[in-house]
């Protein structure tokens, strides 16, 4: 079992940054790949950003409708049991809840039903 507990969200203006962190406790935190999605209001979950075991890989939410390759960035520290999602030339359309979420694969999961933990979420909200 892992927990998970998101904190870093706030009220930020447009061209802003944030930095979200995940800090995790339970079983081993290394053995994980670490995912964060975020949800808005009437939306779908989505894929934001994902991390491999040990950080080896990354991978981005880069679709038309949805992308933040080149402004968001995630990493762990897996000696302090915590990923980060550095948010930079955030825009009101980043307005969301970010949920951190961890699963059993070793490799990036893009996929909400392949993960086997979440935290409860940090609101985002970037004003225009």
């Known amino acids: 079992q892992v927990q998970l507990v998101e904190s870093g969200g706030g009220l930020v203006q447009a061209g802003g940054s944030l930095r979200l962190s995940c800090a995790a406790s339970?079983?081993?935190?290394?053995?994980?790949?670490m995912g964060w999605f975020r949800q808005a209001p009437g939306k779908e979950r989505e894929f934001v950003a994902a991390?491999?075991?040990?950080?080896?890989?990354?991978?981005?939410?880069?679709s038309v409708a949805n992308s933040v390759k080149g402004r968001f960035t995630i990493s762990r520290d897996d000696a302090k049991k915590t990923v980060y999602l550095q948010m930079n030339s955030l825009k009101p359309e980043d307005t969301a809840v970010y949920y951190c979420?961890?699963?059993?694969?070793?490799?990036?999961?893009?996929?909400?039903?392949?993960?086997?933990?979440w935290g409860q979420g940090t609101q985002v909200t970037v004003s225009s």
């Open positions: 979420a961890a699963t059993e694969s070793a490799s990036i999961v893009v996929v909400t039903t392949r993960y086997h933990f």
């Open positions: 339970g079983r081993t935190f290394s053995n994980y790949a």
């Open positions: 991390i491999s075991w040990f950080g080896g890989r990354t991978n981005y939410a880069n």
